[in-house]
């Protein structure tokens, strides 16, 4: 997953990018950039690290420009180096253009190999730098002519924006996959992946950019705002993992608040997975915390932090010995002794992936005093990899792709297991947003076809 956050026709364009790819960290941590124009030459600035501490003062006033946009790197395809950092910029026949990229396409690699065939050289291994390739070789003269002819030959995932001496555009794919948000900040458009980062710097929310939806915001044109519909209608189908996970609390999401959504998810669980018995609802922090409120005020049972999550581990954390190597989680959760002795606790989290955070949680709350312990899970089984841009891992490694929910539940040793049914995830999700979501990973039913 990425982040994307894009202004036009701003006093402050780079230093406004940097608060709002801060507010997007959680998208993405491996690695940030901004590019900025005054409508002439680039400027760019891209690294290894997080927001906070890439983008200095000093950096930042380099960045010149009224027209900023700004990408945080969760690298889901491509490497971890620098060269797939983003936004990519290229100098192509139609002057240097500058691309942001949330999202995955499926078809990159055919299209690379067909590109490299006829005589393209590529710098990255990020699937974004065919799009760039495909605007060059375009025949239009004109970037939004040029763009929609690349993005007519891309399948998959992509909230996109796009800079050069002209215009921002911005894009989302005709399935919207990946969230898209417009606002106005001192009258003048932005753009980003989540609403939070418009509440940071004081911008207002207007709406999503909807599916297959294309944002052209012209520089010579007093940064006049139209909206194209270039590609032709497909069924909308938004990642339920963006409101599961993925996205900030805090954050409107598909046009609903993402707490909200949370919440109701965690009531649905308790309706269909009950604890009966159970003395407690503890949350995993952080990623638990509002589907357990949801789930405590259905089951009127009382709601306790039974676990404290330490905030200060970097990535750079390494286990320095088998011996301790339980160290990962327990740095991490440890468990309120006090609040947890002798109960029967109910332990809400958002999902299950490989399985090893529950497990060695489960293990430190027995040795804590639970009682007894029961493991809800606030969407369904996660047994397909994500191909649309949610970094999973390989079928293999997920838990639910060859365990029944009972093995899981051994595997993981907890006294029992309780996911929500992939109809109730989605009778929450569409109550708050509509119909037209992707579920791919819980059903296996990709929306498109995929040839990696
Ligand atoms: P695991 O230990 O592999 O079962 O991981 C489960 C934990 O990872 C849960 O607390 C989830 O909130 C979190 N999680 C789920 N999906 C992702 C993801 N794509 N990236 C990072 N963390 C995730």
Redesign the pocket.
């Known amino acids: ?1 990425c982040a994307i956050f894009g202004i036009a026709g701003a006093e402050e364009a780079s230093n406004l990018t940097y608060l709002g790819l801060h507010a997007l960290q959680h998208r993405g941590q491996e690695g940030t950039g901004i590019v900025s124009t005054l409508g002439q030459e680039p400027f760019v600035h891209k690294e290894r690290g997080l927001v906070g501490d890439i983008f200095t003062v000093e950096v930042i006033e380099k960045l010149k420009g009224h027209s900023a946009i700004g990408h945080n790197r969760y690298s889901t395809t491509g490497g971890n180096t620098s060269e797939n950092l983003q936004p990519l910029l290229m100098k192509s026949s139609l002057g240097w253009i500058s691309v942001a990229h949330n999202g995955n396409l499926v078809n990159a690699s055919d299209l690379i190999k067909k590109l490299e065939e006829d005589g393209s050289i590529f710098q990255s291994t990020s699937d974004t730098e065919v799009i760039l390739h495909l605007i060059a070789r375009s025949k239009e003269r004109d970037l939004i002519q040029a763009l929609t002819h690349a993005l007519k030959k891309v399948v998959g995932a992509y909230s996109l924006l796009v800079l050069n001496s002209e215009y921002l555009i911005a894009v989302r794919d005709p399935s919207g996959f990946r969230p898209l948000v417009m606002g106005k900040h001192n009258g003048k458009p932005v753009f980003a992946s989540e609403t939070t980062a418009f509440d940071l710097i004081g911008a207002t929310y207007e709406r999503e950019i909807a599916p297959g939806e294309m944002i052209v915001v012209s520089f010579r044109d007093h940064f006049k705002v139209q909206s194209l519909r270039p590609f032709e209608p497909t069924p909308t189908k938004r990642c339920v993992f963006e409101q599961v ?2 996205a900030r609390p805090d954050s409107s999401v598909f046009g609903a608040t993402v707490y909200h959504t949370r919440k109701k998810l965690g009531a649905q669980l308790a309706k269909e997975q009950p604890a009966p018995g159970a003395d407690l609802v503890i949350p ?1 922090p952080d ?2 915390v509002y589907a357990s409120i949801g789930f405590s005020e259905f089951s009127k049972l009382p709601f306790e932090m039974g676990i404290i999550r330490s905030h200060y581990i970097g990535r750079t954390f390494i286990e320095p010995r088998q011996s301790i190597r339980d160290f990962g989680v327990k740095l991490k959760l440890n468990p309120v002794s006090e609040v947890i002795k002798g109960k029967s606790i109910v332990v809400v ?10 497990k060695k949680l489960i293990q430190h709350l027995r040795d804590a005093g639970a009682r007894e312990v029961h493991l809800r899970i606030s969407a369904p089984p ?1 047994a397909h990899p994500c191909f649309y841009g ?3 891992p390989t079928k293999r490694e997920l ?1 639910a792709s060859t365990n029944s929910v009972e093995s899981i539940r051994k595997f993981v040793g907890a006294d029992s297991l309780g996911y929500l049914s992939l109809t109730g995830l989605l009778k929450v999700a569409s109550e708050s947003s509509g119909e037209g979501f992707c579920h791919a990973c819980f059903s296996g039913e990709y929306p498109t076809a995929i040839s990696l």
């Open positions: 997953m996970y993925f995993v990623s638990g989290d958002d999902s299950l992936v490989r399985g090893t955070t529950s996660t949610v970094d999973t838990l």
